[in-house]
């Protein structure tokens, strides 16, 4: 009902039903409090209901009800969190009301999970530009990059490492990858560090990171300068791609995808030689390596395979080496490996890739791109008709 302007209205008008809605915060039962977050966030995208919620005795309802248990106060950030982003004005009132450096108090408290959750809820800030603008005021990315050189010597430091490498992910995807990698130089030592480390909740969050960052042409130019120290997580990721637990491989091998992807636009003869350069780095045998991957019997490291063909299939050398590797072409175009779904979509990306192409039918012959053109008109899930029956009728 909040969602409609004149029942909106008649709500802000019931201080008895906005009061009993902040209550509902404080419900034991998730489902009843999330729907309570829900309306008096769809409630604040209008002045009247702002001045509402952080200019009556309401706000004294939230912090009466903030005060209930670490649970409820957890609520009550994420529905400040959610108003906040809305737009600067609604951060204003956030923050005037005290709700959110109560939160940023909370990132240096004794209680280390209670730590993790504020990362959380500060990293969902930071999806907004106002909201990031109003951090570093605040000095947030500076305590960040503090808390990461000093997880060092702190022992509890695993359980919200995770969460400082994925907030400094983030702000490199929304700023600039190049000028958060060198303000703050903590952050991409401990992407590495943690790509190499032998506990795998780490690992699957450097991967994520990594493959975050190699999305942008800035992020692979960046990561391309650590020179020799890139070179190693390259290298670790391959291993992990052929041998992980199987969700560290898929993540593996999404991230590596996301490496080697190059758009249309993107690729100068700079680039195109980096992502070369780093795709023969996986392994002496690339091509087969991850060949060898896409044959076993799991879709999700199946198609997770497929996708980094797919990833080089728009670019020239990617395209040479496949006419160049034996029986690759007939691995493209055989229909009967990858039943699944999933396995025959990433199959179809990947001829859709090379028929895309402007360089294909040069690269790899009119005999091949053919019948590359014709899988692609029949579509992900064609069967070819099996004559047997007419054969016994015949007999």
């Not at 009247?48 to 950030?77: C, E, H, N």
Request: glycine share 6%.
């Amino acid at each position: 009902m909040v969602a409609h302007p004149d029942a909106a209205t008649e709500i802000l008008n019931n201080h008895d039903i906005l009061g009993a809605v902040i209550n509902c915060i404080g419900e034991e039962n998730m489902a009843v409090a999330k729907q309570a977050i829900k309306s008096l966030s769809k409630l604040s995208h209008s002045k009247p209901g702002l001045d509402m919620l952080f200019q009556s005795d309401l706000l004294k309802v939230m912090k009466d009800v903030m005060a209930t248990s670490d649970v409820v106060r957890y609520r009550i950030y994420e529905l400040v969190v959610e108003i906040s982003s809305v737009s600067p004005i609604s951060l204003g009132y956030c923050a005037k009301s005290g709700f959110i450096s109560q939160l940023i108090g909370e990132l240096t408290g004794g209680d280390v999970l209670i730590r993790a959750t504020a990362i959380e809820m500060v990293t969902t800030l930071a999806q907004s530009q106002h909201g990031r603008q109003y951090l570093a005021q605040q000095g947030i990315m500076d305590k960040f990059s503090n808390m990461i050189k000093g997880a060092e010597t702190d022992p509890f430091s695993s359980l919200y490492l995770p969460g400082l490498v994925k907030f400094f992910g983030n702000l490199a995807i929304m700023d600039s990858p190049q000028q958060v990698c060198e303000t703050y130089p903590a952050f991409q030592n401990k992407v590495f560090e943690m790509a190499l480390d032998p506990d795998a909740a780490m690992i699957g969050v450097a991967l994520d990171t990594l493959g975050l960052l190699g999305t942008t042409v800035e992020g692979k130019q960046v990561l391309q300068k650590a020179g020799e120290k890139f070179k190693a997580v390259l290298t670790r990721m391959s291993q992990l791609a052929c041998a992980g637990a199987t969700e560290l491989r898929v993540r593996s091998l999404d991230a590596i995808s996301q490496l080697l992807t190059l758009q249309p636009e993107e690729q100068t003869e700079d680039l195109l030689a980096l992502t070369e350069s780093w795709f023969h780095l996986l392994s002496n045998q690339p091509m087969d390596m991850i060949r060898n991957i896409s044959t076993q019997p799991f879709p999700e490291l199946h198609c997770g395979a497929l996708q980094i063909f797919t990833a080089i299939a728009t670019q020239l050398w990617g395209q040479k080496l496949m006419i160049s590797t034996p029986s690759f072409m007939e691995f493209v175009l055989d229909r009967s490996m990858g039943l699944t779904k999933d396995a025959k979509d990433a199959k179809f990306e990947l001829v859709g890739s090379l028929v895309g192409s402007s360089t294909a039918a040069d690269v790899l012959g009119s005999q091949y791109y053919i019948r590359l053109k014709t899988y692609l008109r029949e579509g992900p899930y064609y069967v070819t008709a099996v004559a047997t029956v007419a054969t016994e009728r015949a007999e």
